[in-house]
């Protein structure tokens, strides 16, 4: 089915962020999403058309969201401070970036499994656990799994879970598999939350500190007033703003602007 979309979008960047670790392009132009049993695969055709495998249907009540596209993203990039150079000099060189609608639970144990490891080994950890403890979904093209339920994932033992080289993470994961496993509706109940009870609530599961949380709230419950800092926003806060945080000034899209400047941080080494 062919599908246009008219502001901006860019496959290759979105998974590239760091904001997802399943997104893959499988070869020259075409990508693959996946959420809950859905799979996307997703090519450019030229201009604002695209080729995309779903239904009419799923694209307007289930893909649509999930990129945002609601959302005017080139609205949001004019809106950056003209004295803010940097963030329009990243912004522009990011554009077509968007913020994911991701299962929270997925992305919360995800961004713990982030911690300490490079996006190419967080994305095989991820697999592996899937291929583990998913169900497995047959597409024309290929055979995948979900990402693992929270009784799933609880169920597994230390040595299944060691096999997805998760390390010094494993209790983290199982006990906080656990919790949600025995309270389902914890994280739609911490939906209703505002932002700050919402990081409060997220680091009280073993394993969360704060920049997992704000990641989780950010890329899971699409929090984007907040902005998680890693090493690379450390860098570039410090080495182009002085030290002085410039998220605050952005309020409700913080959490774009962040990604603008992680993608460009991490992409130019800093330029």
């Known amino acids: 089915m062919h599908i246009f979309i008219r502001d901006e979008f860019d496959l290759y960047k979105i998974i590239h962020s760091g904001q997802c670790f399943r997104a893959v392009e499988i070869n020259d132009g075409l ?11 997703i090519r450019h055709i030229q201009g604002i058309r695209y080729d995309v495998s779903c239904s009419p249907y799923l694209w307007n009540h289930l893909w649509k969201p999930y990129f945002d596209l609601p959302e005017n993203y080139e609205a949001i990039r004019n809106s950056i401070s003209p004295n803010d150079h940097y963030l329009q000099k990243a912004a522009d060189y990011s554009r077509g970036i968007r913020i ?17 490891k490079y996006i190419p080994a967080i994305a095989s950890a991820v697999e592996k656990l899937c291929q583990k403890a998913g169900e497995e979904i047959r597409t024309p093209r290929e055979i995948l799994y979900t990402f693992p339920t929270p009784q799933k994932l609880s169920s597994l033992s230390p040595e299944d879970l060691k096999a997805c080289s998760l390390g010094y993470r494993i209790p983290y994961i199982s006990k ?16 209703k939350y505002d932002d700050e009870q919402l990081l409060d609530a997220l680091m009280e599961l073993p394993g969360v500190g704060i920049k997992v949380a704000n990641c989780t709230a950010l890329f899971g419950f699409h929090r984007t007033a907040l902005a998680p800092v890693d090493v690379w926003i450390k860098r570039v806060i410090d080495q182009k703003y002085e030290g002085s945080n410039p998220f ?3 309020g409700q899209k913080a959490g774009i602007m962040q990604q603008y400047l992680f993608y460009y941080a991490q992409s130019t080494g800093m330029k």
């Open 100 to 116: 994911l609608r991701q299962d929270p639970w997925e992305t919360l144990i995800t961004f713990i499994i982030s911690q300490r």
């Open 176 to 191: 906080s598999a656990g919790i949600i496993k025995k309270s389902p509706h914890l994280l739609k109940d911490m939906a």
């Open 248 to 250: 605050p000034a952005y």
């Open 31 to 41: 990508f693959r999403f996946i959420t809950g049993r859905h799979v996307l695969y």
